[in-house]
């Protein structure tokens, strides 16, 4: 195996995702030093799909409007469905560690209903795992509860339902749409969905500055299309259950980034957290003896 095919390989993709997903957290920081949130995640998402379009819009062209509904459904749930209400619950209260712990319920949920839409079997050692990576994101974020309304713990539940949603999509339905030409779909509808709330919350056009410029650099790159870029490679490579469990390490990883970029303290229950939910997440990786994993219909995605 060349080195080329090494970097393909799926253990390296997952230690990719989990980098890359995690950097979403870190782009948060950054665009709070900027106007408005909405309007960082407004342009993050036209200068992906305006950088992506030259090199698929030939592909694009040929395209069924199944296929253009599908990929837009798809970022509808996982980006703009998926980050608008995060942001919405961190907003109205909810601390970042317990939002992060609510979006950690979403391999314990993928992998409760995977069987029923996916015929996807997961077996008690993968459970187990599940269980145990939940308790290390719980370990590490311990503390964050406050008394938040009601509404915004929902909106925190409805960002994990969003993308939860999108991975039985992007999963279950059969689409002959690549990668890259997906992800232009994806973001470019985001981009119009989130036109409206940039415009009544600091305005479309922003303040150039370098915290701006470095803010959606990072988000582009990073947690676009590197996060759900590798995130939809992993998805069309191996199980829904299998690609979810790998959020389970982005609390603890993004702990590590933040001491890394803003020199912040790595706490005992930081470190604690993250070997928690490593021996969960090493658990429901572990391949089922003599029995494939199946889907009732394969994700194209990277076809």
Known sequence: MNVFNKLKSIPVLEIGLVAAWSSGFIGGTLASNTG???TVLFWRFLITSVILLP???KVL???TTRD???QCVIGGFAMFGYLATIIAAIDMGVSPGTAALIASLQPIVTAALAGIVLSEKVVFKQWVGLCL???GVAVTVVGGLNDSPLLAYALALL?????????FVAKARPSKVTLLPSLTIQCLITSVLFMPLAYFNGGIVPEISLNFAYAVAWFVLFSTL???GLYWQILSKSSATRVSSLIYLTPPVTTLWAWIMFGEAITVPA???LGISAVGVYLTLVKIKDKKVTTTHPCSLTK
């Open 36 to 38: 408005s949130i909405f």
């Open 55 to 57: 090199f698929t819009l």
């Open 61 to 63: 062209a040929k395209l």
């Open 68 to 70: 253009l509904i599908q």
């Open 133 to 135: 990576g939940f308790i």
């Open 159 to 167: 960002s994990m339902v969003c993308i939860v949603v999108a991975t």
């Open 226 to 228: 590197g996060a759900y």
């Open 271 to 273: 470190i604690l957290g």
